[in-house]
């Protein structure tokens, strides 16, 4: 960035860092990329989200909007600005139990909107594995969703409007009682119209999870919903400021039925097998992940529960119900399934076998070694073979291994995700 750039982004008043450590600091996400900002800006409210976005717009700079960074494919990380909203923009208001909504600010954690709404009997239906870090913002422009997929679908399904801030800086309301931007919202329904027929060929109906991209098939379905449009575009269209969320009762019970096997090709199988019961989430653990909490105090008393160190296996489905929960725990139990299998409906043994699926992240990245397995990559040879999104890279001499997760990193040029001057 050149100091002109710098000097007028620095008068938009917005906190705004330049330095070498808060650089090294949002160069990486979750995935195995490294990019190096020219910033990064915090801004305290939808003004200065504004304010830093049309400043960077006018300097020629990219803008990448970014929440906790847990994203696996290097889309929270990029060469212009990154907009940072998980610092500041935490709070939750509007709460209306009537209308089951509230409103987030897009740096809300998801475990933090789900503490504040539990005494109230409720919670926010998508549920990430990364929820003590993922904030409602990244949620929402990754359309995140988690285990209980099927039952809760995904986070674009529980939007009900948007505050967003537009590449040219303007500050939008979104949503289907919202009249805000007419024009692209007819360019978009006549470009998805002209290709509604070539989307139901190809995309057939009951896919739940298409994750992530531009929600074109919602949109068809609610043309005057934009939400539909936003969630799951990644920040490329607009950066999110805050957003009135949809929110569920609380299940009035629960219970977990543990199947343990002795190979992975099995669990998947059994998962078959399991759909007539319909679970609320069906989760599934191997040994690299288990083998990971040996030795660990952390991980002690859900390994005793787990009775791995007695009775091994190669891998465990956590099959869960919220509906006739001990008839469908009796069922699962009288399948005969896998080597041996186990039932809880004890909040607090239930929740010891998550929190084993939950440190996942930090279970698998802790892992000693050159490079870490990331989504659908694969290392040969010191090249880097496939990527989920195809991306042309070329590996530098000197990749460099961060501290953090201790794995090389590759560094790549990339598009930014909203370009400077963009609209959709
Ligand atoms: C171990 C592990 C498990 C995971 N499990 C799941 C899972 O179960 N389900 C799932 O869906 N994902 C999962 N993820 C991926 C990721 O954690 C989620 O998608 C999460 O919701 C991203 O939230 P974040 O705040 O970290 O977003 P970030 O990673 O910071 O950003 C995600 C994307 O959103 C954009 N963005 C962020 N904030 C804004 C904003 N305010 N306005 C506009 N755009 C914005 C960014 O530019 C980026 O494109 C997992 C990741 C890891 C590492």
Not at 61 to 81: D, K, Y
Not at 222 to 233: K, Q, R, V
Request: aromatic content about 6%; hydrophobic content about 40%.
């Amino acid at each position: 960035m050149t100091p002109a750039q710098e000097r007028k982004i620095r008068q938009t008043g917005c906190d705004v860092r330049f330095d070498n450590l808060t650089r090294q600091l949002y160069a990486t996400d979750a995935s195995i990329y490294q990019i190096e900002p020219s910033g990064v800006a915090f801004p305290k409210d939808a003004q200065q989200a504004s304010a830093i976005i049309r400043a960077a717009a006018d300097a020629g700079v990219s803008v990448t909007p970014r929440g906790a960074g847990t994203s696996l494919v290097g889309n929270a990380i990029g060469e212009g600005l990154i907009v940072e909203f998980s610092r500041y923009n935490r709070q939750i208001t509007d709460l209306d139990i009537e209308k089951r909504s509230a409103r987030v600010g897009a740096g809300v954690v998801l475990d933090q909107l789900n503490d504040f709404l539990k005494p109230h009997g409720f919670c926010f239906g998508p549920d990430v594995a990364t929820s003590s870090r993922a904030t409602l913002g990244g949620m929402i422009a990754n359309n995140s969703s988690g285990a209980r997929c099927p039952v809760y679908g995904t986070t674009a399904d529980h939007v009900l409007s948007l505050q967003t801030v537009m590449a040219d800086g303007r500050i939008e309301k979104i949503g289907p009682v919202h009249e805000s931007l007419a024009t692209e919202r007819a360019r978009i329904e006549n470009l998805v119209r002209a290709r509604s027929a070539e989307m139901a060929e190809r995309w057939p109906p009951g896919l739940i999870k298409r994750w992530p991209g531009y929600g074109i098939e919602r949109f068809l379905r609610a043309p005057n919903d934009l939400t539909n449009i936003f969630a799951g575009s990644e920040g490329t269209l607009a950066a999110i400021f805050s957003a009135e969320l949809k929110i569920l009762p609380l299940p009035s019970e629960k219970g977990l039925g543990l199947i343990f096997f002795p190979s992975v090709d099995e669990a998947m199988q059994a998962t078959v097998q399991l759909l007539d019961l319909k679970p609320a989430a069906i989760e599934h653990i191997d040994r690299p992940l288990l083998d990971q909490t040996k030795g660990q105090l952390h991980f002690r008393a859900a390994r005793d529960l787990l009775e791995l160190d007695t009775q091994p296996c190669e891998s465990i489905l956590i099959v869960e119900f919220y509906d006739d929960v001990a008839e469908q725990l009796s069922i699962l139990q009288s399948r005969r399934i896998g080597l041996r299998t186990k039932t809880l409906t004890e909040p607090a043994q239930m929740n010891l076998v998550w929190s084993v699926r939950k440190s996942g992240l930090s279970l698998l990245t802790g892992c000693i070694g050159a490079a870490k397995i990331d989504h659908g990559t694969a290392w040969a040879g010191g090249q880097l073979l496939w990527s989920r999104r195809q991306r042309t890279f070329a590996r530098p001499a000197g990749a460099r291994s961060t501290q953090r997760n201790r794995s090389k990193k590759v560094s790549a040029s990339r598009r930014s995700n909203l370009r400077a001057g963009a609209s959709i």
